[in-house]
């Protein structure tokens, strides 16, 4: 892979936005952003959900759906921070009143961190990496102060893939 292959992944940098004039605008700035309304309006002009179950990594439907690489992408977030997408999801769902702090903790407890096998398959069938090679790289840049590691440094994992924290959410 080289630097042009990444091109489109690189953000420029505030210098380069200013020469070109750019400047992000928010909707949030202008009136309350709640993204499951705005998916209700927006399916009443024909978008359409996941029907077959939530996005990996998360327990709605209605984002990412044509990334295939997001359930790796929320992974890595996990494996940096020790929590996901389904917690950002799980604290906005909580702050609209549309679920109790006990149901948002059992969606994150269901859906935060799992292992993800798609992503992971996708992303190496884009990269040419191995299975292998992406979970080595991945363990290696795991925060070790979050996830519990062997008397070698290495990650634990439970049956399934999923790292084990050092510590419970509560």
Known sequence: MTRDD?????????????????TGLFLGYYFKW???AQV?????YGFEVRDDGP????????ENLDDHTVGLHDYLKFTKYGFGRAT????????????TREEGL?????????????????FSEY??????????????????????TDDRGNVI??????????????
């Not at 996005?55 to 209605?62: A, K, L, S, V, W």
């Not at 604290?91 to 679920?99: E, W």
């Not at 191995?130 to 979050?146: G, R, S, V, Y």
């Open 88 to 99: 950002d999801h799980a604290c906005l769902d909580i702050r609209n009143g549309r679920i």
């Open 55 to 62: 996005i990996e990594g998360t327990y709605t439907n209605y």
């Open 40 to 44: 209700e309006k927006m399916k009443e």
């Open 127 to 148: 990269s040419g990496m191995t299975k292998a090679e992406i979970d080595a790289i991945i363990d290696q840049f795991t925060n070790k102060l979050i996830f519990k």
């Open 6 to 22: 990444l091109f489109q992944y690189i953000y420029p940098s505030l210098d380069e936005l200013q020469r070109v004039g750019v």
């Open 106 to 122: 059992r969606l994150v407890n269901m859906y935060d961190g799992k292992y993800p096998y798609y992503g992971v398959k996708m």
């Open 157 to 170: 994992k439970d049956i399934a893939g999923n790292l084990v924290m050092r510590y419970a959410r509560e």
């Open 34 to 36: 709640d993204q499951r």
